[in-house]
T-cell receptor
Framework: NAGVMQNPRHLVRRRGQEARLRCSPMKGHSHVYWYRQLPEEGLKFMVYLQKENIIDESGMPKERFSAEFPKEGPSILRIQQVVRGDSAAYFC??????????FGPGTRLTVT | DQQVKQNSPSLSVQEGRISILNCDYTNSMFDYFLWYKKYPAEGPTFLISISSIKDKNEDGRFTVFLNKSAKHLSLHIVPSQPGDSAVYFCAASRGTYKYIFGTGTRLKVLA
């Protein structure tokens, strides 16, 4: 049973470009969460999604960031017009209806 | 405002001894607590959890203790093994999904 999959593992973007991060949850999990980890900090909650629904996006920056979890396909975290401060590790987690969240390996975004 | 704090950035322990990792929180509404372990270049791996109705939960070598009056939880690893060397994060939530993480403690188990 494959775990949570994220791709790409590493992503380099120039300032002003768009970044798209993908997350495929574990089989049987219908809940997806995105977290961001800045250097020397803990993970910070960004958004919680179920299929075709954003349940809680209270941790998302108000501008340039968006997330979706379509009926088919992976969840996408999209960052438009990236800036250097967006450089971080972005982790996706999934869970069943109740239970602990299982994390993917993360995408390390570097903005040059 | 850091609601979950891990005040020790690092800890070294001899193999076979007990490792004790500590975590403090400020929000008395938190009712669910977890510990995750993280190796470099990997995602956090769930270790053990505890709900606020309990004060102890045990799973093999790992035990989590919760002291609600002190708003403190700790993870005990006995006996410690070199493979336990990793960064340990505690997390807390109100309800079950919005985890608030601490900044982590890097554990090094010396052979």
């Amino acid at each position: 049973n494959a775990g949570v999959m994220q791709n790409p593992r590493h992503l380099v973007r120039r300032r002003g470009q768009e970044a798209r991060l993908r997350c495929s949850p574990m089989k049987g999990h219908s809940h997806v969460y995105w977290y961001r980890q800045l250097p020397e900090e803990g993970l910070k909650f960004m958004v919680y999604l179920q299929k075709e629904n954003i349940i809680d996006e209270s941790g998302m920056p108000k501008e340039r960031f968006s997330a979706e979890f379509p009926k088919e396909g992976p969840s996408i975290l999209r960052i438009q017009q990236v800036v250097r401060g967006d450089s971080a590790a972005y982790f996706c987690a999934s869970s069943p209806l109740t239970g602990e969240q299982y994390f993917g390996p993360g995408t390390r975004l570097t903005v040059t | 405002d850091q609601q979950v704090k891990q005040n020790s950035p690092s800890l070294s322990v001899q193999e076979g001894r007990i490792s004790i990792l500590n975590c403090d929180y400020t929000n008395s509404m938190f009712d669910y607590f977890l510990w995750y372990k993280k190796y470099p270049a990997e995602g956090p791996t769930f270790l053990i959890s505890i709900s606020s109705i309990k004060d102890k939960n045990e799973d093999g070598r790992f035990t989590v203790f919760l002291n609600k009056s002190a708003k403190h939880l700790s993870l005990h690893i006995v006996p410690s093994q070199p493979g336990d060397s990793a960064v340990y994060f505690c997390a807390a939530s109100r309800g079950t999904y919005k985890y608030i993480f601490g900044t982590g403690t890097r554990l090094k188990v010396l052979a």
